[in-house]
């Protein structure tokens, strides 16, 4: 009887046969030297750079992000590209990177001002190559915060609200919308126990946000106005927060606490014609949710002029509680925005897509902010940088050389499709070259894309 394997039976055996793992880690470093940001990144911590030292600082940064964005966790992950010196040169030792992350810990704000520099510059000249990430002709801040769960005893670690233990940093994130994924854009590392509602974090986090865009994307008009949208949950709809946004000439949308108006009363005023319905994701009218603009009904004197209350009531899913400011069994929730003009229902629908943050915080924890490696705090928000550094190599790679579906798709699934890919080290005529199977499904993808970064670093 003839017999079928599923699959080959194979020897393995470790070998010096010029293979590369993780070849698709290439793109990253070619994203690295067409941008600017290695560079920049050894310009900006070369202070840091001990007498006689052998690795820059700059670059050892850059591999530490390289490591992050191929799927590394923790430090002694840079292993990953230190195996592969023919793609990713000379790499630190663990014990390097281990100094060096605890000198920057000593001058933490002078640090991160560095890296927060390099990014900067790097993300102007990528906007100037992809264009300028609108939508209606506006840049969208998203602010979110997220719990990390530590499972040690360390600096600024403490109880969550959700009865857990680690830290709750607040997270920003430029939104590419519907056609690409996002940019992190500012992180502040926060006690376990920090407020949700913290008007000062949001103001800082909102801050640094705004000092990584370009000069030409955050220069007022003749009037005053910026064209940024800030958008968070109802944790932003602070008085104070939203004040700060409006005097910056910005326009914000935010969740509102329904139990800071007499929202009983409110529902009660609202004629039934004025309820229009809500629209659907793709912008189309939707059964079982409806909006209704309630401004002149509620006390908004408290909020900066011209902020506007719109409400949705919608069937709650089956299961739902209901709370105390639902009415007639239907879950009632609403937002705040200065946004003048524009239908209620196009207000609604925009504030809602500020749940794609949730899908920028995952890719993030899939990218190092799972686990904050260090004890000290101050280390600790260097590592929290390293991510975000992480995190824009791979949008900017996305944003400069990636097309379709890979345009817009997350970690997990470029590491599988582009950066996963093993390839082979040639050396011929003085020149190096990687070979990718021609075999994997997206080897013109990856070609592809490193001729154009290739062509764009030479440029």
């Known amino acids: 009887m003839k017999r079928n394997q599923w699959r080959p ?109 390099a990014r900067a510059a790097a993300r102007a000249w990528v906007w100037r190559q992809a264009g300028v990430p609108r939508q209606q002709g506006l840049v969208v801040l998203d602010l979110d915060a997220t719990l990390v769960t530590a499972h040690s005893d360390k600096q600024w670690a403490a109880r969550t609200w959700k009865k857990g233990f680690g830290f709750h940093p607040l997270l920003a994130f430029v939104d590419h919308g519907d056609g690409g994924t996002g940019e992190p854009v500012a992180a502040l590392l926060r006690k376990g126990n920090a407020g949700s509602n913290t008007c000062a974090d949001h103001i800082t986090v909102l801050d640094d946000a705004l000092a990584q865009l370009p000069d030409e994307v955050t220069a007022a008009d003749e009037r005053g106005r910026r064209a940024i949208l800030v958008r968070t949950d109802a944790a932003g709809a602070t008085q104070g927060f939203t004040a700060h ?163 817009a798709a997350e970690p997990k699934r470029l590491r599988l499709r582009i950066f996963g890919v093993a390839g082979r080290l040639i050396r011929t005529a003085r020149r190096r070259i990687l070979i990718i199977p021609d075999a994997w499904p997206w080897a013109d993808a990856i070609t592809a894309a490193h001729h154009q970064l290739t062509a764009l670093a030479t440029t």
């Open 9 to 117: 039976w194979l020897s393995v055996v470790a070998g010096g046969e010029s293979l590369i793992s993780s070849a698709g880690g290439a793109l990253l470093a070619a994203t690295l030297r067409a941008c600017g940001l290695g560079r920049a990144l050894s310009l900006g911590l070369g202070p840091w750079r001990p007498e006689r030292a052998i690795h820059d600082p700059g670059k050892v940064v850059a591999d530490l992000a390289i490591a992050v964005a191929l799927g590394g966790d923790c430090a002694a992950d840079l292993a990953l590209v230190r195996a592969q010196p023919g793609v990713f040169g000379l790499v630190a030792s663990d014990p390097t990177v281990s100094r060096l992350i605890d000198r920057l810990a000593v001058d933490d704000e002078r640090a991160l001002a560095a890296i927060r520099a």
């Open 245 to 407: 946004v409006a005097g910056l000439g910005m326009q914000f949308s935010v969740g509102a606490y329904l139990h800071h108006f007499d929202i009983p009363t409110v529902l009660g005023l609202i004629p039934k014609q004025a309820w229009t319905p809500a629209y659907d994701a793709e912008g189309r009218q939707r059964d079982g949710a409806w909006v209704a603009e309630v401004t002149e009904l509620a006390d908004l004197s408290a909020w900066p002029e011209g902020t506007r209350l719109i409400l949705r009531k919608e069937r709650p899913h089956p299961g739902a509680q209901l709370r105390f400011t639902d009415t007639d069994g239907l879950r009632v929730t609403g937002l705040l925005t200065n946004t003048a003009g524009g239908q209620p229902a196009a207000l609604e629908l925009r504030h809602r897509r500020h749940a794609r943050v949730e899908d920028r915080i995952r890719a993030a924890k899939d990218t190092g902010l799972r686990n904050l490696p260090f004890h000290d705090a101050a280390q600790n928000a260097v590592w929290l940088e390293i991510c975000a550094l992480a995190q824009d190599l791979i949008a900017f790679t996305q944003r400069l050389a990636l097309t379709g579906a890979h345009r």
